[in-house]
């Protein structure tokens, strides 16, 4: 059974730096492209982050040059580091495997960020 677990979502100030990370199990992300996409309240999910099997790594133009994708093949896991965090950040992410036509996804994280 594939799981896609994310942790590390919480409450945290503008400006402040939060790090997700995304545990799978029952697949080897490696082989993956694993991305972090988001959903706000009344707005369509997104993609935030992706980094494909080789490495390479696409971002929203929003988060460019707050947020970093990377990935922890031995771990598993798949985790996203942001900064420099505004109010429009807060939403639900969410963790996606993706090996077409097969995609995960996990239940995703809170991230609120509020003065």
């Known amino acids: 059974q594939v799981q896609l677990v994310e942790s590390g979502g919480g409450s945290v100030q503008p400006g402040g730096s939060l790090r997700l990370s995304c545990a799978a199990s029952g697949i080897r992300a490696s082989m993956y492209a694993m991305g972090w996409y988001r959903q706000a309240p009344g707005r369509q999910r997104e993609l935030v982050a992706r980094?494909?099997?080789?490495?390479?790594?696409n971002y929203a133009d929003s988060v460019k040059g707050r947020f970093t994708i990377s990935r922890d093949n031995a771990k598993n896991t798949v985790v996203l580091q942001m900064i420099s965090l505004k109010p429009d950040d807060t939403a639900v992410y969410y963790c996606?495997?993706?090996?077409?036509?097969?995609?995960?996804w996990g239940k995703g994280t809170l991230v609120t960020v509020s003065s």
């Open positions: 980094i494909t099997s080789g490495g390479s790594t």
């Open positions: 996606n495997a993706d090996f077409p036509p097969r995609s995960y």
